[in-house]
C-alpha cells in the first residue's frame, strides 16, 4: 500500500516504502521530540479475535496478558525453547480484538506462527498490515480521533511483573512517551494532506536509540531478553509457564547475561556513521556488533550495541564505516553484573577440603 505522506515535499523512501525523512532528518527530529511532528512507522498490524484471545496469548507468550483491560498496552515477546527472541509485539485490546503491531517483516511471520498455535482454541487470527496505516508521535502532538486503537509505550517506567537492569537514575526512558495509532488508510491521507508536520524513520530511529528502547530490529539469532533490557517493559517475571520461561528465570535468578546492551558515542569527526551489523572491536579483537545507528539532535552519532559481558565499561572500542576508524565510548545501559537477582550462595564442590 503506497504511503499518503509521499506527496509531502521533499519525501525519500526508506527500504519499507515509508518516509526515511523529507529532506532535513534533524529538524524533523527535534519537531518530533518536542511533540510537534507524527511519524508514520510502517508497522506490521496483527490481530487476534475470539473469546480465548488473551488467555491463548499468555499462554505462549512472555507477558500476563490474562484479562487485559481494553485501551491498557503492554509489550510481549514469543522466545523459542532456548529463552531466544523470535517476535516481538506492541499489544492492546479494545474489548473484541487483541491488536498486536510488530516489525514490518515479522507481521506475516508472527500471524503464520499463531496460527500453527490455535489447536482447539477459539481464536482467529489475522495479519491487517494492508488494512491500516500506523503513526506515531510523543506527548504534544495532536493524534487523530478516529484510530482504531493507540498504542501506548510502557517503556518510560518498569511494567508491573517487570525488571529493569539499567540504573533507574537519569534514565533516558523517563522522557519517552510514545503513542501509535493505527488508522485507515483514508484518515492517514487527511492527515498527510493536512498541514501537520512529519517526520520519517531517521528521526524516530535516532529518539529510540536515544532511549535505549529495544525493537527487534536489534535482535540476532542469539539474543535473549536481559541482554536489551528488554524485562523493563515485555516479560513478566511471575506469570505462568510460556516457551523459554526457563531459561529467563534461570538467567535472571542465577545466571548472567552472556551479553549486554551499550549506548555507543560515535566520533563523528569523518562524517561517517557505522551501519547495525559492524562488528564492535577492542583492538583487532571482536567483542560485540552494532544494533543500530543514527544522528541524535543533541547527542550527535550514538548507536546501540550488544557486546560480551566480560568487556571493560571504560574501554574505548572501534568500530569500521567504508575505509573509516570510527572510534567509541560507551554508556553501559545492561551492567556486567546483570541477573543473579536470587543471591543464592555458591555450595563447596563435593569433597572438597575447606581450608582454615
Not at 507468550?61 to 525453547?81: F, K, N, Y
Not at 480521533?145 to 498504542?151: F, L, P, S
Not at 536509540?209 to 531478553?225: G, H, K, M, N, Q
Not at 515485555?234 to 534461570?250: D, P
Request: with cysteine; hydrophobic share 45%; glycine share 8%.
Amino acid at each position: 500500500m503506497p504511503t499518503p505522506f509521499a506527496s509531502r515535499p521533499g519525501f525519500v523512501a526508506a527500504d519499507t516504502g515509508v518516509a526515511a525523512h523529507y529532506g532535513n532528518p534533524l529538524a524533523e527530529q527535534r519537531l518530533l521530540d518536542r511533540g510537534r511532528a507524527v511519524v508514520e512507522l510502517g508497522l506490521g498490524v496483527v490481530t487476534v479475535t475470539g473469546p480465548d484471545r488473551l488467555s491463548w496469548l499468555n499462554s505462549i507468550t512472555s507477558q500476563l496478558l490474562l484479562g487485559l483491560v481494553p485501551g491498557v498496552s503492554r509489550e510481549t515477546l514469543v522466545l523459542d525453547a532456548s529463552g531466544r527472541v523470535e517476535h516481538a509485539a506492541r499489544v492492546v485490546d479494545d474489548g473484541t480484538a487483541t491488536w498486536l503491531l510488530t516489525e514490518p517483516a515479522d507481521a506475516a511471520p508472527l500471524a503464520a506462527w499463531l496460527d500453527t498455535m490455535r489447536f482447539m482454541l477459539r481464536v482467529e487470527v489475522a495479519d491487517r498490515s494492508a488494512d491500516f496505516v500506523t503513526l506515531g508521535r510523543f506527548d504534544g502532538a495532536v493524534g487523530p480521533a478516529d484510530a482504531a486503537v493507540e498504542w501506548v509505550d510502557p517503556w518510560s517506567e518498569v511494567a508491573p511483573g517487570g525488571w529493569g537492569y539499567a540504573a533507574l537514575e537519569a534514565h533516558p526512558a523517563s522522557d519517552w512517551t510514545l503513542r501509535i495509532a493505527v488508522v485507515e488508510p483514508g484518515t492517514a491521507a487527511a492527515i498527510a494532506a493536512s498541514d501537520v508536520a512529519a517526520a520519517g524513520l531517521l528521526a524516530y530511529e535516532a529518539l529510540r536509540i536515544a532511549a535505549w528502547r529495544p525493537s527487534l530490529s536489534d535482535v540476532d539469532e542469539r539474543t535473549i531478553p536481559h541482554e536489551l533490557d528488554w524485562l523493563r517493559s515485555a516479560v513478566h517475571l511471575s506469570k505462568g509457564c510460556y516457551r523459554g520461561q526457563e531459561t529467563v528465570a534461570k538467567v535472571h535468578n542465577l545466571g548472567h547475561p552472556p551479553r549486554r546492551a551499550v549506548l555507543l558515542h560515535l566520533d563523528g569527526s569523518d562524517a561517517v556513521l557505522p551501519v547495525p551489523g559492524t562488528p564492535v572491536l577492542l583492538g583487532e579483537n571482536e567483542v560485540g556488533r552494532l544494533a543500530a545507528s543514527a544522528v541524535h539532535h543533541e547527542l550527535g552519532p550514538i548507536g546501540l550495541a550488544v557486546v560480551k559481558r566480560s568487556l571493560d565499561p571504560d574501554a574505548t572500542l572501534t568500530l569500521h564505516a567504508d575505509d573509516v576508524v570510527v572510534t567509541a565510548a560507551q554508556q553501559v545501559i545492561v551492567p556486567p553484573g546483570a541477573g543473579a537477582t536470587a543471591n543464592v550462595p555458591r555450595l563447596p564442590r563435593l569433597g572438597a577440603v575447606r581450608r582454615s
